[in-house]
């Protein structure tokens, strides 16, 4: 099975800081990876697929970039609407992994 | 608007069973893929299944292989999964999940959620 590993497991952060997020992959998942934001109570919402490729109605202060095992995720200025814990999953082939996730605060 | 709402959830004992329904509508149910995701309290989260846009084909997590069947009926717009020999580490929120689409990796990649059902194994 393909496992997944992100970084930090947490971070604090204050409204206009550019925040990255990162995920590595136990092998290589070309660029079938995407990325999730979950709001406490809430189901996941997609925000990136392929890697880099902005899901519908996403703003662009979200990117993604990477292929094989390293990835990333941008947030180029983060809000306070953007608190949540972000997953990064792969659907490169089954089973599906996710990984431990990112809770990101608002200092 | 893609809505998806699962259904069934409930408290159970060890050794027990439970199927969870979930009923989608804003798509063309017929040509997506469906798959289930678990979220145990506080943790993150867990595939558990995913099934073709027909139902020929089936996948499953090691963790509930043998134990959970999915399955769905196009006509009616629903996906299900059943959960027979129920145990603790089985208590979660079950996402039901919408695939991007019906084959290639797009079958693998899930764009909607829906809002979960709470299952408790518990005696």
């Known amino acids: 099975d393909i496992q997944m590993t992100q970084s930090p497991s947490s971070l604090s952060a204050s409204v206009g800081d550019r925040v990255t997020i990162s995920c590595r992959a136990s092998?290589?998942?070309?660029?079938?990876l995407a990325w999730f934001q979950q709001k406490p109570g809430k189901a996941p919402r997609l925000l990136i697929y392929?890697?880099?490729t902005l899901q519908s109605g996403v703003p662009s202060k979200f990117s993604g970039s990477g292929s094989g095992t390293d990835f990333t995720l941008t947030i180029s200025s983060l809000q306070s609407e953007d608190f949540g814990t972000y997953y990064c999953?792969?659907?490169?082939?089954?089973?599906?992994?996710f990984g431990g996730g990112t809770k990101v605060e608002i200092k | 608007e893609v809505q998806l709402l699962e259904s069934g959830g409930g408290l159970v004992q060890p050794g027990g069973s439970l199927r969870l329904s979930c009923a989608a509508s804003?798509?063309?149910?017929?040509?997506?893929?469906m798959t289930w995701v678990r979220q145990a309290p506080g943790k993150g989260l867990n595939w558990v299944s995913s099934?073709?846009?027909?139902?020929?084909?089936?996948y499953y997590a090691d963790s509930v292989k043998g134990r959970f069947t999915i399955s769905r009926d196009n006509p009616r717009n629903t996906v299900y999964l059943q959960m027979n020999n129920l145990r603790d580490e089985d208590t979660a929120i079950y996402y039901c999940?919408?695939?991007?689409?019906?084959?290639?990796?797009?079958?693998?990649?899930?764009?909607?959620w829906g809002q979960g059902t709470l299952v408790t194994v518990s005696s």
């Open positions: 999940a919408k695939a991007y689409g019906g084959s290639g990796g797009f079958f693998r990649l899930i764009d909607y």
């Open positions: 092998q290589g998942i070309g660029n079938y």
């Open positions: 999953q792969h659907y490169d082939s089954y089973p599906l992994t």
């Open positions: 392929g890697a880099s």
């Open positions: 099934i073709s846009t027909s139902g020929g084909t089936t």
């Open positions: 804003g798509f063309s149910f017929s040509g997506y893929a």
